[in-house]
């Protein structure tokens, strides 16, 4: 008994050293973010962000329920939903009349990560 539960210890423990990662960050595509602070649609013109704010969620929004993105094996869903989410912030806030940087860069980042796994 003594043998085994060593052995449990020893599997266990070695399974603790090794690092985490995001399941999808192994795939990477070119031009796809990897952290919001990359985006710089911020930069640009207010028009140029409502846009792009507006039809990036859109776009998110109509992907979750595409057989496709629900049926995708990578991680297309969540990042629809992530993108979702985040251009629905940044909305509110331009709608509101202020330009916040955060949440106008988690979209863009987002919604390309979405788009890469689509």
Avoid at 3 to 10: A, E, H, S, W
Avoid at 18 to 43: E, F, H, I, K, M
Avoid at 47 to 57: G, H, M, S
Wanted: hydrophobic share 40%.
């Amino acid at each position: 008994m003594a043998g085994l539960t060593y052995r449990l210890f020893l599997v266990l423990a070695s399974l603790s050293v090794v690092p985490a990662t995001a399941a999808d960050l192994g795939y990477q595509q070119g031009g796809v973010c990897l952290s919001y602070a990359q985006s710089t649609l911020p930069d640009l013109d207010i028009n140029t962000i409502n846009q792009t704010v507006l039809a990036n969620f859109e776009s998110a929004r109509d992907g979750m329920s595409e057989p496709r993105v629900l049926a995708n094996r990578r991680s297309a869903y969540v990042w629809a939903m992530e993108a979702r989410w985040a251009c629905e912030a940044a909305a509110g806030y331009l709608k509101n009349g202020t330009l916040d940087e955060e949440s106008i860069q988690k979209c863009d980042c987002f919604y390309r990560r979405f788009i890469s796994f689509r």
